[in-house]
């Protein structure tokens, strides 16, 4: 099925490292929602973006609503061992009931 | 106030049975969505309903149905189960059409 491409797949930094990950489509989407998941667990969602250019922060974390509509950008600063996890993006288009998800990208932290 | 709940959390069946899965969204949400998880495919959109309707429908086959009851609780079912619909199967509500989806911890299904 259709999936965003989310890069990079896997990072491996250390403890107090800041992060970047992205996700990019072919597709506009008009909803952008960035998940973490741990293992065993279902996504806990982290920021929601629903605008254009739009800039978003919870904590250490910030997000971005790419201005073509087509990406999505993904900022950890500072991290921390309990940021260990898969990170998904996922995009809605205009109208849809449904979402669409990146492949994750699995975070591993050295302390 | 509760999460998003399934059950069960572990599931292991045999090949040709059929399997019935449950959801119980948030408190006031009306739209509940199903999807797989797969390390191959990833996540994939099952299904959506909406007031006891199915509003959009993701590409599998017919031996996937769900439905919503009254109270929005939401099942699916898988009939003639085979080894490839081993996965995660993720339930999500969301309280309107802007809204962010929650997603419930999973149940785990093993097919034998």
């Known amino acids: 099925g259709q999936q965003l491409n989310q890069s990079p797949q896997s990072m491996f930094i250390q403890e107090g490292e800041d992060v970047s990950m992205n996700c990019t489509s072919s597709?506009?989407?008009?909803?952008w929602l960035w998940y973490k998941q741990d293992p065993g667990e279902g996504p806990v969602l982290l920021i929601a973006?629903?605008?254009?250019?739009e800039l978003t922060s919870n904590g250490r974390l910030t997000a971005q609503f790419g201005i073509t509509r087509k990406d999505s950008f993904l900022n950890i600063s500072a991290s921390i061992p309990s940021d260990v996890g898969i990170y998904f993006c996922?995009?809605?288009?205009?109208?849809?009931?449904?979402?669409?998800f990146g492949q994750g990208t699995r975070l591993t932290i050295n302390p | 106030k509760a999460g998003v709940t399934q059950t069960p959390r572990y599931l292991i069946k045999t090949r040709g049975q059929q399997v019935t899965l449950s959801c119980s969204p948030i408190?006031?949400?009306?739209?509940v969505s199903w999807y797989q998880q797969t390390p191959g495919q990833g996540l994939q959109f099952l299904f959506e309903?909406?007031?006891?309707?199915?509003?959009n429908k993701g590409n599998f086959p017919g031996r996937f149905s769900g439905r919503q009851f009254s109270n929005s609780r939401s099942e699916m079912n898988v009939s003639t189960l085979e080894l490839g619909d081993s996965a995660l199967y993720l339930c999500?509500?969301?309280?309107?059409?802007?809204?962010?989806?929650?997603f419930g911890s999973g149940t785990r299904l093993t097919v034998v």
């Open positions: 408190s006031g949400h009306r739209s």
């Open positions: 597709s506009i989407f008009n909803t």
């Open positions: 973006l629903y605008k254009a250019g």
């Open positions: 996922a995009g809605r288009t205009q109208g849809a009931q449904k979402l669409v």
């Open positions: 309903y909406f007031s006891e309707t199915q509003r």
């Open positions: 999500a509500s969301r309280l309107g059409d802007r809204d962010g989806y929650t």
